[in-house]
């Protein structure tokens, strides 16, 4: 009996040894090991690849020399802004290779053609309608507009590429920005995905439609199109605490900030967003050839024109937003290249939410859910799985949690970038980090090696992320968009999110948690072609 216990007390000893060693002495031994080889003294200045180096694996698309991760140095405050100095860092000037056809999303000629035809059936149109509405009696304001192939707008739909929408140093997107604020709206009308509800819509559903929400096309005297989605809370407000994510209000200024962090994080995947002040009387009722979106304009008993959305459960004077009388904030999204000629398709993220009041996703009970995702198309491969992981790392930074899909182009396959589209719900409680987001970072504990570095980064002192948006968010018109609890709100996630990182590195060593997305830098800008070859 005796000895039969002395058997059992060594077996279990054994067994609790085993599992020290395997599960946290074995660990500590790859991270230290890791960690000697990234010991080195370099700057700024002597900016290196990683001693472990190497070229990325072929289905990621990033080109630069990395820093070790624990070796992104300080600078001195030499009275340049942060933002300034973010942009001049050498993280935010990586030498990019040369596109060609296979890498842009749209030929000129093509482009140009497409445009014409566009303009041509426009003036047509105005001239029908102007023939009809005399004949009625009712009064039209014309404006004259012209296409300018060398529009900022026009600019920026060339500039799409395979690895971003623009391009870091593209002169076209601040001048875009600029003249949305400004120039003149020739037309208004619904987008089209209100038109296409017919303004039937079912009042059972707890998700409403994207056409409910209160939205408008409006397009330019130089042919642009923008989305405008009017101020709908004040800078101050935040959800409340009994709303469910899905019936939350949509911001227009969570539209304005998701763009400048999206820049700020080097994503670059959602479209240009700037402020304006919107005349709804001058700029919309005056100009809007939908006799649908006319009828929902009136004049409340203060005096201020208001309108509504166009769907019947919220086809009600409360649901209106007004001008001041005629005044109204908004924000301007600049439009994509048409579904036509540069076509996208919508998927569901794998980490989609229950969307009803007391359902759960498989994710949210199964900690081992992004195994099962691993194994899947197209997650198997490629970098769209990476790609899903920054986005959550967007959207848990904005506090956005309605990200139900997300769209490519279909160009680009398997390997293109996700567009970061739709973020309105983003900034709408400070006070609350909803760790749920960042999900699919938790569970498949992998990340981009540039994404990592650069939210390091943007958590020193020289280059925080609060002080960088708080400068970039200056330059547009409706400044201040967001309130300092929202912008230190930036700061305490970013670090919630590194901690995660932090705790996968701990678990599972640097290399199966980090991948290596950077390849060496070159003396010229390489093809595309030229990279694959020496790979």
Request: aromatic share 10%; with cysteine.
């Amino acid at each position: 009996m005796m000895r039969r216990d002395r058997i059992f007390l060594v077996t279990t000893l054994t067994a609790i040894f085993s599992a020290d060693l395997y599960f946290i002495l074995l660990p500590k031994l790859r991270i230290i090991r890791q960690q000697s080889g990234h010991l080195c003294s370099c700057g700024h200045k002597n900016f290196t690849l990683p001693r472990h180096g190497g070229l990325a694996s072929p289905q990621l698309s990033n080109w630069t020399s990395a820093p070790p991760l624990d070796i992104i140095t300080s600078e001195p405050d030499d009275g340049i802004s942060k933002l300034e100095r973010l942009f001049s860092h050498p993280l935010y000037n990586i030498q990019t290779p040369l596109l060609g056809p296979e890498e842009r999303l749209l030929q000129a000629e093509h482009l140009m053609e497409y445009y014409r035809r566009k303009v041509s059936r426009w003036e047509r149109h105005m001239k029908i309608y102007s023939g009809a509405a005399a004949l009625s009696n009712i009064t039209v304001i014309e404006h004259e507009v012209t296409f300018d192939p060398d529009a900022s707008w026009v600019k920026f739909h060339l500039g799409i590429n395979r690895y971003a929408l623009y391009s870091r140093d593209d002169p076209a997107i601040p001048k875009l920005l600029k003249e949305s604020q400004s120039m003149t709206v020739v037309s208004a009308d619904y987008t089209q995905d209100e038109k296409a509800l017919k303004g039937a819509c079912d009042c059972t559903q707890v998700v409403k439609p994207s056409g409910h929400h209160l939205k408008l096309a409006l397009k330019m005297q130089n042919f642009a199109k923008v989305m405008f989605k009017p101020m709908r809370q004040q800078r101050d407000e935040e959800t409340p605490e009994d709303f469910f994510y899905f019936v939350d209000f949509q911001r227009h200024n969570a539209e304005i900030a998701a763009f400048h962090l999206d820049r700020i994080l080097d994503f670059r995947r959602v479209p240009p967003v700037s402020g304006r002040l919107v005349n709804v009387t001058g700029e919309v009722l005056q100009v809007t050839h939908n006799e649908d979106l006319r009828g929902v304009f009136f004049t409340s008993p203060a005096n201020n024109t208001c309108f509504f959305a166009k769907c019947l459960y919220v086809c009600k004077t409360e649901y209106a937003v007004c001008g001041n009388p005629d005044l109204l904030e908004g924000s301007l999204s600049a439009y994509l290249p048409g579904l036509s000629i540069a076509p996208r398709i919508s998927i569901p993220n794998p980490w989609i939410r229950s969307y009803t009041f007391s359902g759960r996703e498989e994710w949210e009970v199964n900690p081992f859910f992004c195994d099962t995702i691993k194994q899947m198309y197209p997650y198997n491969s490629g970098n769209r799985l990476l790609n899903i992981i920054d986005m959550s790392i967007f959207d848990f930074l904005i506090g956005n949690m309605d990200r139900h899909h997300y769209e490519i182009f279909t160009k680009f396959g398997d390997e293109g970038f996700l567009l970061h589209l739709d973020n309105a719900r983003g900034f709408g409680k400070p006070s609350h980090d909803e760790m749920s987001i960042l999900t699919p970072l938790s569970q498949c504990c992998m990340i981009k090696r540039s994404t990592l570095v650069r939210l390091q980064l943007l958590s020193r002192q020289d280059y925080r992320l609060s002080d960088v948006m708080r400068e970039s968010l200056q330059g547009d018109l409706l400044h201040p968009i967001l309130t300092e609890t929202h912008l230190l709100a930036l700061d305490r996630r970013l670090h919630k999110v590194l901690r995660v990182v932090q705790r996968c590195v701990r678990r599972l060593g640097e290399d199966e948690v980090i991948t290596r997305d950077f390849v060496k830098s070159t003396s010229r800008p390489q093809t595309v072609t030229e990279m694959r070859e020496v790979r």
